[in-house]
């Protein structure tokens, strides 16, 4: 179980960093109910912090074929669209999930969600 843990926060740390990087987060608000739970487990498993890169393209990938089939343009929720809508509500797991990646964001840039279901996709198809 410690074992676990330990690979969790590094595959977090990483996931965190990427994500950043590229101005991207993990929609907390997207109305999903244990999704935080669901990606602590895949994370848990093994060490993916090379696999990073491609498990968030292929994340991003899915965020753009789900906008393709909805006729939809891409990102379409965005931090400013985000808050003049009516929230989903939030999933507290994902919150803990994301507790710890306070990682300082660049105000000037807007940041891009990535669906939780999307990541976890993209976590079953890079590192399943």
Same mark, same amino acid.
């Given at each position: ?16 960093s ?21 990606l ?17 393209k ?13 006729? +939809? $343009?891409?990102?379409? %929720? @965005? ?6 809508? #009516?929230?989903p =509500? ?13 990682? +300082? $964001?660049?105000?000037? %840039? @807007? ?6 279901? #999307?990541?976890? =996709? ?7």
């Amino acid at each position: 179980r410690e074992q676990g843990s330990v690979v969790f926060r590094k595959n977090r740390g990483v996931l965190a960093s990427n994500l950043n990087q590229r101005s991207l987060s993990i929609d907390e608000n997207s109305g999903t109910k244990g999704a935080g739970l669901v990606l602590r487990q895949m994370m848990s498993v093994k060490d993916i912090t090379e696999e990073m890169d491609d498990v968030i393209k292929c994340a991003v990938e899915i965020e753009a074929g789900k906008s393709q089939r909805h006729h +939809e $343009s891409p990102w379409g %929720v @965005t931090k400013a669209s985000a808050e003049s809508k #009516s929230k989903p =509500s939030k999933d507290r797991t994902l919150a803990n999930f994301l507790l710890d990646d306070a990682v +300082e $964001s660049k105000p000037e %840039v @807007t940041t891009q969600f990535i669906h939780p279901h #999307s990541l976890e =996709s993209a976590l079953s198809l890079i590192s399943g």
